[in-house]
């Protein structure tokens, strides 16, 4: 144990982490010690995706990240996709599609979308399906989650389907 | 699926509406507390030494060392469990913690709390465990005739159904041998969950389950203790699929916070809930059918042998529905069916998504699929010809009097013309990324299958569900122990209390043991009728009761009254009331709902087992690369018998979800097990299909006939779903290879024989 602290910067504010372990994953620090318990642990071996977030413009497995080494960055959870008492596009869109199920990969799911849709607007069908093929979801078979990327970049690209 | 309602509306939700989830915004947020995001001050972490052998006896157990360790609080054995040794869903066979002998890999042997879970980590490798290897039981071909790996014998169960006449002969017959490997059901929230000693001298117990009461059951048992003192609470479960229905942590987290006198959390990895949980039982099936020449069943032979594993589990009622249902919705006069489920030295088997007829679809469909090919008639009309009536027997000599619309899952299934547009994308070739397949080497295959499944509990349990309603100022809260999954109960329990009382706001209480009776198992597609049938029973009783006290204070007729958009209203309109004002004293009913009585199978097998059946039909289109023996399902079309469709969003997602998991059974989810191993116990290695592996599903129709007795004659819907796409996806395999196919998941190794690669 170590009486040295780190800090690491989560949807936009510092955090201090102090007495960790150094073997302590990104996901395990965000989860259990600075009280962001939105990225799941389904797998903790970076097969399913339910613990992604994102590091500065990347999304990863956080089970995957040593905490200390994602000091000095920018790291985006769950809990940073929109603020208190408001649901981003994408989403609202989860919820309208009937996207969420049990929800423990719709975090994982809402943060690789959300990646996405900043990088492609227009996305096909078959560029969503790669693009979420990281994050496993075994209740739905995927199709009302496919179906709210569509509508979250229909309302992105100004309301209209392609 | 244009025509589904995917706007919020602010209107209020019923019957018959996409209403969203109640847990919705938190589940989106990622605030919604999943049993494994759960928190106590000064709570420990607890972890489960496992036997790393499949069978061997315990010559010793020296835990000395591992309490040596800085910040270990307690390390418990087979010796510590207070009250009885053993615990089970349907028969207590299964030991909290095993004492002379482990039975099957992965069996508790120990359990630590620490503060920090790599220190418990630390104790469980500190732990000294010396093992007297023992030869496994692993074939369950043998396990009857071998010596007894448990006091309770090798055979949990064995049915002999025997319908008609057991020697008529068909003109034509068709034989084949098939198989189903054990599929897991990878729910992605581990198993986990925090118990909290109470000061009273009692524990509280906040998990993920399936069915609260029975897990309280089980665990004052082990704990030696009496009910009431053991209280457990529905924490958030990411997802259960049967997996859920037994225990796994609950006893062993009693136990540590007990000893501790501490809260103790304790989190499954993904390996260790490979080993935590029951599985999809694997089977081995024989069939012959016997026909006319004109196509009509005469008579259906099998023997259906399913390997159980270590422990009881739910395998006898799996036994059950793989003997009832072995032979299809179909209409077959005469028939034989041998069911037996054996103990192993294999992982412990029990309740998955359809289970038993899951198995047995594979093995009836690809029979009738057979019988269409000697008889030369279309696999569709072969199905129709033979397909269940309402007034049909079944092969348990129970008549169909509830709808049974088979042959209009069939042919609306049959008839769909896809919508799908197809890719010209190399990535939706077989193969995918890989970008191995050579489009001038594929291969369509295209098939049709049809399955069943009982909803509810059968042969006689006395299943029945519990509810309160309370009405205050307007406000309804329902208290149900009915376990939320995932399924969307808690939206259905919304949408049938505003449908009664006609009130807006609808408060779910959370589902725990304390507060209300028991809401019977999350399973068996029986929770949106049994728990639908509590809540809607309680509401009605609430309803009655304003009603009643309505028409007293107002000098109103009760059947002039009605309740909408939160007013009483009279129906000439010379009265009217708000619902807030008129329940400023609160009503409440307590109620406890029960399906029709069942009753047990006799020694034939026979009897009026079941409450009501379910049908589902599936078509699949696959491509295959037949010399890379590389597989992609192209499309999933289906048809559902729903009863009354509550919920169409949510309907959806049951039927796209649970063809997902049939999708996976057909092409790669399998739990390898060696000698008794695991060889897979990870999502490296055991595959479940990711976006790009499952295919759009379409739904051709979804029919409604309103099932008699059942509330809102609505059938439950989450089993249909998983139970002929698999026979449909391996069906079409088979339609584009011209191979025989005989074993779900189909390998490659199945379409590409190890000659031909070499």
Known sequence: MSNDFYTLNVNGEDHQVADSWAGESLLWVLRERLGFPGAKNACEEGECGSCSVRIGEEVVCSCLVLAGSAIEQEITTIEGLSAEGELSDVQQAFIDAGAVQCGFCTPGLLVTIDHLLEENESPDDLTVREAISGNLCRCTGYGRILEAVQIAAASRRGGKRE | ?758
């Open chain 2, 1 to 758: 699926m244009s025509d589904v309602k995917t706007d919020t509306p602010t209107s209020s939700f019923r019957i018959g509406d996409s209403a969203p989830r109640p847990d919705g915004i938190p589940k989106v947020k990622g605030t919604f507390a999943f049993s494994s995001d759960l928190w106590h001050e000064k709570m420990l972490w607890g972890g489960t030494l496992r036997s790393p052998h499949p069978a061997a006896r315990i010559r010793k157990l020296d835990v000395t060392e591992a309490l040596l360790i800085d910040g270990v609080h307690t390390v418990l054995t087979h010796e510590d469990v207070p009250g009885e040794a053993v615990y089970g869903l349907e028969h207590a066979d299964q030991p909290v913690m095993a004492a002379e002998v482990v039975r099957y890999e992965g069996e508790p042997v120990a359990i630590v709390a620490a503060d920090h879970p790599e220190i418990v980590r630390r104790a469980l490798a500190a732990i000294k465990v010396e093992y007297e290897e023992m030869v496994p039981l692993t074939d369950p071909e043998t396990a009857e005739s071998v010596d007894h790996i448990h006091p309770d014998g090798n055979v949990f169960r064995k049915i002999n159904l025997r319908h008609g006449d057991q020697e008529i002969q068909g003109d034509v017959q068709v034989e084949g041998i098939y198989e189903v490997g054990m599929q897991d059901q990878a729910f992605l929230g581990p198993e986990s969950g925090l118990a909290v000693p109470g000061e009273d001298g009692g524990v509280d117990l906040y998990v993920s389950t399936q069915w609260l009461h029975a897990d309280r059951r089980q665990v004052a048992s082990c704990l030696g203790m009496r009910e009431e003192d053991v209280r457990i609470t529905l924490a958030g479960v990411g997802g259960a699929f049967g997996a859920r229905e037994d225990l796994s942590l609950h006893v062993h987290l009693c136990m540590l916070a007990m000893r501790t006198n501490r809260p103790v959390k304790m989190v499954y990895s993904r390996e260790e809930s490979f080993h935590g949980h029951v599985h999809r039982h694997p089977a081995k099936m024989w069939y012959r059918h016997h026909a006319d020449r004109e196509g009509n069943l005469v008579r259906v032979e099998a023997r259906v042998l399913l390997d159980g594993g270590a422990y009881a589990s739910s395998s006898g009622a799996v036994i059950a529905n793989a003997a009832c249902f072995a032979a299809g919705p179909y209409r077959i006069p005469n028939a034989n069916i041998e069911g037996i489920v054996v103990r192993t030295n294999n992982p412990p088997c029990g309740a998955m998504r359809g289970f038993g007829a899951v198995q047995t679809c594979m093995g009836h469909e690809a029979q009738m699929d057979k019988l269409a090919t000697a008889l030369n008639i279309d696999p569709v009309e072969i199905r129709l010809k033979n397909a269940l009536r309402t007034g049909d027997q079944l092969l348990t000599g129970q008549t169909i009097t509830g709808t049974a619309p088979v042959a209009e899952v069939i042919r609306t299934c049959a008839e769909h013309i896809p919508s799908y547009q197809e890719s010209s994308d190399l990535m939706s070739l077989p193969g995918g990324a890989g970008r191995t397949a050579d489009p001038e080497h594929i291969s369509r295959g295209e098939a049709i299958a049809v399955g069943f499944k009982n909803l509810m509990f059968s042969e006689g349990f006395d299943d029945f569900s519990s509810a309160v309603c309370h009405l205050e100022g307007g406000v309804a809260t329902i208290t149900c122990a009915c376990a939320e999954v995932g399924q969307g109960f808690v939206t259905l329990a919304q949408q049938i209390t505003r449908e009664i009382l006609g009130v807006e706001e609808v408060v779910l209480a959370p589902a725990a043991t304390e507060t209300v009776g028991s809401a019977g198992s999350t399973s068996a597609s029986r929770q949106t009728w049994m728990s639908g049938g509590a809540v809607q029973k309680a509401c009605e009783e609430v309803r009655l009761q304003l009603l009643q006290r309505l028409a007293e204070e107002h000098k109103v007729s009760v059947d002039d009254l009605v309740l909408v958009e939160g007013q009483a209203l009279s129906l000439n309109g010379d009265f009217s009331i708000n619902i807030d004002e008129a329940t400023e004293n609160p009503l409440e009913a307590r109620v406890e709902y029960r399906h029709a009585p069942t009753f047990p199978l006799d020694e034939n097998g026979q009897g009026d087992a079941h409450v009501s059946f379910a049908f589902a039909a599936h078509r699949a289109v696959v491509d295959v690369d037949p010399e890379l023996g590389l597989v992609k399902v192209v499309e999933l079309v289906t048809s559902q018998d729903v009863g009354r469709l509550l919920n169409p969003l949510q309907a959806i997602g049951q039927l796209e979800g649970g063809a997902a998991q049939g999708v996976g059974l057909a092409v790669m989810e399998e739990v390898l097990v060696a000698e008794g191993n695991i060889r897979n116990a990870s999502f490296t290695d055991y595959l479940i299909p990711t976006a790009l592996d499952m295919p759009p599903v379409e739904i051709a129709a979804i029919i409604e006939q309103p099932e008699p007795g059942a509330p809102f004659g609505a059938k439950g819907i989450g089993e249909p779903p998983s139970i002929s796409s698999t026979a449909a996806v391996v069906a079409a395999i088979r339609e584009a290879t011209n191979l025989e196919l005989p074993r779900v998941p189909v390998r490659l190794t199945d379409i590409v024989s190890i000659e031909e690669m070499s």
